[in-house]
């Protein structure tokens, strides 16, 4: 693959080494930042679009995807500062919409159970509902219309379905669109002018697209298309940034809801609420558990809170240390992003170049019947399927109601390491597929399996 262009603001101990690591970890282009107390590194290597090979700069924007939750959450919590809703509220009193239309189906669901991830809610429902500002409004009545995974509070399961109704919540309290509100009650406050939602205020700007690819960067090419569609944008289908303003975001909500100029954008009590351990993740996954707005990330001895995004092509990721104020980001363009960011990470934190700390795992211990695991697994956007071939299990990857693209068919032979916990390894991509199955009946052949932090329910569950 071909790079060019490396630049540094500040100096990490990376040099040239970080262009070299772009090239291991095929990725066109990337701005890794390290932030402690005062100091602040940020460095920059490769291309923004290998089309034009424009060099990625300290400023060019980056789709943030998922990180644009914990914009959404601090917004949910600014209006529980100012009494207009509380977070133990029931979904159903501030979207009466979505109620007629849901029924009792989502009754019991609370504005909490949105920011942590445990609605029971399918979350991966990214149908196009419109390029306009009513969007995210259109998108209440496609919601609505989705079957639950599990019971409310019953576990955790990744939900962009959640964040979009929470930004809803935000859109019927304030009277504002949901970008407006963002633009209005984050960003300026922040002074994070390049923050920014619509493509056309993106395109003034030095920015980056999305890239896929094979294997060792073979065939590296712009992504097609570019976007997701508006209607998560909450969720973070859309935002962009540059670093200094994602890195403005983290300083703040670090520094307990307090802003570089002083102005308070929440409460102290709500950025610690955020960040409070809620509920366990799964087991080996990137992230430890998740509280009301922040994911938590337990690095060996150290814990952080952040969150990661990842839209078509583009990753970004984002740790906060607070005990010490260390903050870690990248953005990326393509490639093995987390494999690039967790090697960076690993290099900031004295702990070398192969950093994996949630994928450890312990030494093989099934005795099961690889039988009781066959079967199909599913959700709305897409199936598992189980199979048993001759050499073991296989797991195959099927797209189902994925208009946006965002499901990657997988085909892998998976490796039992216990009764729940199922390992497959796909080349060129350091970041291992893992499953966790749970509620086992009685003939022990589990109902659910959870992958890349997704709940799935066995077919005729």
């Not at 009754?107 to 909490?112: G, K, L, M, Q």
Request: glycine content about 10%; overall charge neutral.
């Amino acid at each position: 693959m071909r790079m060019s262009g490396i630049a540094a603001v500040g100096s990490i101990d990376a040099g040239n080494d970080f262009a070299e690591a772009l090239e291991r970890f095929n990725v066109p282009g990337a701005v890794f930042a390290r932030v402690e107390g005062k100091r602040q590194d940020i460095i920059t290597a490769g291309v923004l679009n290998l089309r034009t090979g424009v060099p990625v700069s300290y400023d060019s924007l980056f789709q943030i995807g998922s990180i644009t939750k914990a914009y959404t959450a601090t917004l949910v919590h600014q209006l529980a500062d100012e009494g207009k809703l509380d977070i133990s509220d029931k979904l159903y009193i501030h979207l009466p919409r979505f109620a007629a239309v849901a029924g009792e189906r989502y009754a019991e669901v609370t504005i909490r159970q949105l920011l942590n991830h445990t609605s029971g809610i399918d979350g991966d429902c990214f149908v196009d509902t419109g390029r306009g500002d009513e969007c995210v409004g259109n998108f209440e009545n496609v919601a609505a219309k989705l079957f639950p995974l599990h019971q409310p509070a019953e576990m955790f399961s990744y939900c962009n379905t959640g964040y979009v109704l929470a930004g809803r919540i935000v859109e019927k309290i304030t009277g504002q669109y949901w970008r407006d509100a963002l633009r209005m009650r984050i960003l300026q406050p922040l002074d994070a002018s390049r923050t920014l939602v619509l493509p056309e205020a993106v395109m003034r700007h030095s920015f980056a697209v999305g890239h896929q690819g094979g294997a060792n960067g073979a065939g590296m090419q712009v992504i097609d298309p570019l976007l997701l569609p508006r209607s998560n944008e909450p969720a973070g289908s859309t935002p962009w940034s540059d670093m200094a303003g994602l890195l403005a975001f983290a300083r703040c909500h670090w520094a307990e809801g307090l802003c570089a100029h002083g102005n308070r954008l929440i409460s102290k009590e709500a950025a610690r609420l955020m960040r409070r351990w809620d509920i366990d993740c799964p087991s080996h996954e990137p992230f430890s558990a998740w509280g009301p707005g922040w994911a938590l990330f337990d690095w060996e001895d150290r814990r952080f809170f952040g969150h990661d995004g990842l839209t078509r092509g583009q990753a970004a990721f984002l740790r906060i240390e607070p005990d010490t104020g260390l903050i870690l980001a990248m953005f990326a363009n393509g490639g093995d992003m987390r494999g690039l960011f967790m090697e960076m990470a690993g290099r900031a934190l004295g702990k070398g170049s192969v950093f994996a700390p949630c994928h450890k795992f312990p030494p093989p211990s099934f005795d099961g019947s690889l039988e009781k695991y066959v079967g199909v697994y599913s959700k709305f956007s897409d199936a598992l399927r189980l199979a048993l071939r001759s050499e073991g299990l296989h797991l195959q990857v099927e797209p189902r109601n994925d208009p946006a693209g965002i499901v990657k068919p997988i085909s892998v032979m998976l490796q039992a390491i216990s009764q729940t916990v199922f390992v497959g390894h796909i080349t060129d991509v350091s970041t291992p597929v893992v499953l966790n199955f749970s509620s086992f009946d009685p003939d022990k052949r589990p109902q659910r399996v959870h992958m890349h932090l997704r709940a799935y329910g066995r077919d005729g569950l």
